[in-house]
């Protein structure tokens, strides 16, 4: 990346310069573009800003699909206020304000001041042009209903990789079809779901908002054995923190982890918001060391001479000069260069990976108490905002400052595709997609709290009506970035419908999934067609209840996969008692009668009725069990599913 030395030199060498007769504001360089426009780029008294330099205006906005199109750009879009921006607009207070920005090259930066200036970017243009008709393609939050079996759930695998990933399905769709195509999107799926551009979840009744969101979690820390409460991302706020992380770093060669070892490092107590030690050593390639305080280790080159330096030179007790002295040997003798260092966010998130590239050295600095201790590296990859664990780890990470993460604690495969080489010329806002299984079956109210209002499309981050609530317990402002979709399924036979359809309906488009006997075409069992039996069925059951409850396709799927018509009467036989009879028995609430009507028993001889009235000479009669009063007035209901009906190819053949 461009430091802010750089970038002033290369706007001056093309031109764009201080205003004749100005005075450059106090902490930033002010350069001119013509028209009324103008870049900041910041400075400060002594050395060089390395991290976000560039300060973009805020019309820029505007431009932003553009703008992120751009290879080797990477603006943030998070406000920095400064009095120095003197040009640009306030934000409704004393400063005016900005958008942070980095660089990669002086072709970068020029590409940009064309745009800023309207000049014309023709390679560039088209893509924007092609990831804004695909962004417009899909709502942002849709919800796919019907009967059970209609494949809701099935779909949302297809239309998931849809979104995330337009250009490879279109790909995948010219070069497969039928069930190899199926195979390479539900491959496709599953490393969307590694990436965690995509996440999966399902409604139940006991799921909540902290699931959703946030909440306290009581954990143990591995270290002291002592309880703390932590606040804890849900999975929502998780995808959309995805969603909105900047990726900054190498991106050249691959990088092998044979013969490194990797660490764990806090910088800072993020905890309480403390970023100062963080920024100072991304802004000058170097970790420091909080424990040590002000002595100078140069010396030193065993855990023996140092722990003695520390009673010596500070008079610690040995308790503390034991703990000091372990993480300032580690820091100084046993890592080596060539090692990798994770950068923590508390226990949960991690924000930046280094290469440690030179020998230890103290840092004198008569400002700032502790943190003098320090080793050179080089940043490999920073993300904003931090990135959850998932992405790397296999548990919680310990609040110890340093120590070394074995392969119990860090997948390395997956280290290993984080510091992967990145297409420099992608990098716009991905797609992140949540879906929402049995979407109807949660308490919308206590999940999604008062952020149900943040998924509408004009009230997500940078939109026209932009909104952004502080989160409970983190006491963060959370928006719902523009890059977020959301996919749920509903079962319009739950009645748990009626709950929760006003409280949806004007924030997700509604998609209905409807039977598709015509999927079935061909297949046969019992010597009829299974499409014909089952659009047989379905007009009885909407005839007798509603279109919301019929049968969906879905379970006779298995059917198509079977070659042998002996198996596929075995497995039609399967479905009926294990599927069919059970959902037909929930519906008509196990009115058998209404059942047999469904399936025509009243057509076929006794032995082809899935439904038998019991009336034999075992059973009483209603005269017998009743007083003779009350058995005229009752119709015997005494029904029993008939189990050789499964096996009998005139129990199917009669349904028609």
Known sequence: MLNSLEIYQALNVLGFTLEAGKYEPSYASEHALGNGKYLYVKRKAEGVISKSPLVLAPDTISLREEIDSIPGLFCHWEKTKSTSYRRFPKDGSSSQYGYDADIESVDALKLLVELLIGGALPELRPRVEKNKEMLNVYPLNQI????????????????????????????????????????????????????????????????????????????????????????????????????????????????????????????????????????????????LLGWGEDINFSASSTLETIKSQITAENGSSEATSEYMGTAVNTFKNIMRNGDLVVVSDGNHKFRAIAEITA???????????????????????????????????????????????????????????????????????????????????????????????????????????????MLPYSKSLFSVPQNVYVIGTMNTADKSLIQMDLALRRRFSFIEMQSQPDLLAGITAFGIDVST????????????????????????????????????????????????????????????????????????????????????????????????????????????????????????????
């Open 144 to 287: 796919l209903f019907g009967p059970p079996g209609t494949g809701k759930t099935y779909a949302t695998t297809e239309l998931a990789v849809k979104i995330a990933d337009g250009e490879w399905y279109q790909n995948a769709v010219q070069a497969h079809q039928g069930q190899a195509l199926r195979d390479v999107v539900k491959a496709r799926y599953q490393t969307l779901v590694e990436k965690q551009r995509i996440m999966f979840t399902t409604f139940h009744q006991s799921f909540s908002y902290e699931d959703f969101i946030e909440g306290i979690r009581a954990t143990t820390d591995e270290t002291s054995g002592n309880l703390r409460y932590e606040v804890v991302d849900g999975i929502f706020k998780q995808l959309c923190l995805n969603a909105k992380v900047k990726v900054q770093g190498s991106s050249t060669l691959p990088i092998s982890l044979n013969g490194r070892r990797v660490w764990k490092m806090s910088l800072g107590n993020t905890m309480e918001g403390e970023d100062d030690i963080y920024e100072e050593c991304l802004a000058n390639n170097y970790i």
């Open 359 to 469: 020998d230890y050295q103290y840092l004198p600095n008569d400002e700032r108490d502790g943190f003098h201790q320090m080793r050179p590296v080089k940043w490999l990859r920073t993300y904003a905002p931090s990135l959850p664990k998932e992405h790397l780890f296999f548990k919680a990470l310990s609040q110890k400052t340093l120590y070394e993460l074995k392969d119990t604690t860090i997948d390395r495969e997956k280290l290993t595709q984080l510091l992967a080489p990145v297409e420099s010329n992608d990098h716009r806002a991905q797609p992140h997609i949540l879906i929402i299984d049995e979407i109807n079956r949660g308490n919308i109210a206590r999940i999604f709290g008062e952020l149900i209002t943040l998924l509408e499309p004009d009230k997500r981050q940078d939109a026209e009506d932009a909104r952004a609530l």
């Open 533 to 656: 039996l089952l659009n047989r069925i379905n007009q009885r059951i909407e005839a007798l209840l509603d279109s919301e409850h019929m049968i969906g396709h879905a379970y006779f799927m298995p059917l198509k996969n079977i070659e042998s018509a002996a198996e596929r009467e075995k497995c039609l036989s399967v479905i009926f008692s294990e599927k069919l009879l059970p959902l037909l028995r929930e519906y008509f609430f196990d009115d058998y009668e209404r059942i047999g009507w469904v399936l025509n028993d009243s057509s076929k001889s006794k032995e082809s009725r899935f439904i038998l009235l019991q009336q034999s000479a075992q059973l009483p009669g209603l005269a017998e069990l009743f007083p003779a009063d009350i058995a005229s007035s009752l119709s015997d209901r005494r029904f029993r599913i008939n189990p050789h009906a499964f096996t009998s190819p005139a129990a199917y053949q009669g349904i028609l």
